[in-house]
């Protein structure tokens, strides 16, 4: 079975960092897209960022770019989702998801950050940023 499992969320004041991991297991990881998303209350989730395993390529949604690093270890299965100059706007739960179809991030750019390319997603972990 497909299996996604994103952690590494917390409370954390305003200018700090965390570091979000996506585990993934079920399916050839160097073949998949990772992307993460985030939700805040009351709003549509929306992408963040993207990771093509396959040409090691990235993308970054504009809020984030400069303070949000993205990193996979293919021997760990294991994306990472580093978050430096946390805003309390970042607030929010963040999702990973893999995507098949995604090739590469940076020649699909803006197009990875649309829930429709992915077909498999973990549960959420919560981001707490104070002021």
């Known amino acids: 079975d497909v299996q996604l499992q994103a952690f590494g969320g917390g409370l954390v004041q305003a200018g700090g960092s965390l570091r979000l991991s996506c585990a993934a297991s079920g399916f050839t990881f160097d073949d998949y897209a990772i992307g993460w998303f985030r939700q805040a209350p009351g709003k549509e989730r929306e992408g963040v960022s993207c990771i093509s395993n396959s040409d090691s390529t990235t993308y970054f949604a504009d809020s984030v770019k400069g303070r949000f690093t993205i990193s996979s270890d293919n021997a760990k299965n294991t994306v990472y989702l580093q978050m430096n100059s946390l805003k309390p706007e970042d607030t929010a739960v963040y999702y990973c998801?893999?995507?098949?179809?995604?090739?590469?991030?940076?020649?699909?750019?803006?197009?990875?950050?649309?829930?429709?390319?992915?077909?498999?997603w973990g549960q959420g972990t919560l981001v707490t940023v104070s002021s």
């Open positions: 998801a893999a995507s098949p179809r995604i090739t590469s991030a940076q020649a699909m750019g803006v197009m990875t950050m649309i829930r429709f390319w992915y077909d498999y």
